[in-house]
T-cell receptor, first 111, second 113 residues
Framework: GNSVTQMEGPVTLSEEAFLTINCTYTATGYPSLFWYVQYPGEGLQLLLKATKADDKGSNKGFEATYRKETTSFHLEKGSVQVSDSAVYFCALSERNNRLAFGKGNQVVVIP | DGGITQSPKYLFRKEGQNVTLSCEQNLNHDAMYWYRQDPGQGLRLIYYSQIVNDFQKGDIAEGYSVSREKKESFPLTVTSAQKNPTAFYLC????????????FGDGTRLSIL
């Protein structure tokens, strides 16, 4: 079946540092890929998406490129702020409009 | 503004009690979903509905029930058969069609008294 794997453990970094969160997937066909962000006590918000190979999704300084050859969709941001502290989820689309989610990564940005 | 409204934000359940979580959307979305979120486990799908009066079990449906009598509403009942109900519950919706993103409510946190 389809699955999404995110790197283990929280990510702690200083303000203005470069952020990378790894996401790899296993899927049949050609799914769309998504990154969601969850702030404390809230639901998930769509951060960016890509619908086909080599597409680059971008929003609020975050970027991710759909790499079919490496089955990856890594999230990057060049200079993080304290306000970027949140949990980030990678997801892919499945049949019947279902989504398969990774386990999420807690990101903590220290001033 | 269109969106998804979940209520209540916090809910407490006594042993042996059924409780119902509300989810309403005014986005005119076709499909609706319920997820359970536990620390370190990501999101797990409980039930989903693609159309009024129809719904399917997700990966962890045991101890839960749903109904879809109106397009806008998809309430979730946590029954007494669910032995470990303490969790954060998220409702989502989407337009029907391939590869559409889901839109989420702000969640309900359920705890056991």
């Amino acid at each position: 079946g389809n699955s999404v794997t995110q790197m283990e453990g929280p990510v702690t970094l200083s303000e203005e540092a470069f952020l990378t969160i790894n996401c790899t997937y296993t899927a049949t066909g050609y799914p769309s890929l998504f990154w969601y962000v969850q702030y404390p006590g809230e639901g998930l918000q769509l951060l960016l998406k890509a619908t086909k190979a080599d597409d680059k999704g971008s929003n609020k300084g975050f970027e991710a490129t759909y790499r079919k050859e490496t089955t990856s969709f890594h999230l990057e941001k060049g200079s993080v702020q304290v306000s970027d502290s949140a949990v980030y989820f990678c997801a892919l689309s499945e049949r019947n409009n279902r989504l398969a989610f990774g386990k999420g990564n807690q990101v903590v940005v220290i001033p | 503004d269109g969106g998804i409204t979940q209520s209540p934000k916090y809910l407490f359940r006594k042993e042996g009690q059924n409780v119902t979580l509300s989810c309403e959307q005014n986005l005119n979305h076709d499909a609706m979903y319920w997820y359970r979120q536990d620390p370190g486990q990501g999101l797990r799908l409980i039930y989903y509905s693609q159309i009024v009066n129809d719904f399917q079990k997700g990966d962890i449906a045991e101890g839960y029930s749903v109904s879809r009598e109106k397009k806008e509403s998809f309430p979730l009942t946590v029954t007494s058969a669910q032995k470990n109900p303490t969790a954060f519950y998220l409702c989502a919706s989407t337009l029907w069609g391939s590869n559409q993103p889901q839109h989420f409510g702000d969640g309900t946190r359920l705890s056991i008294l």
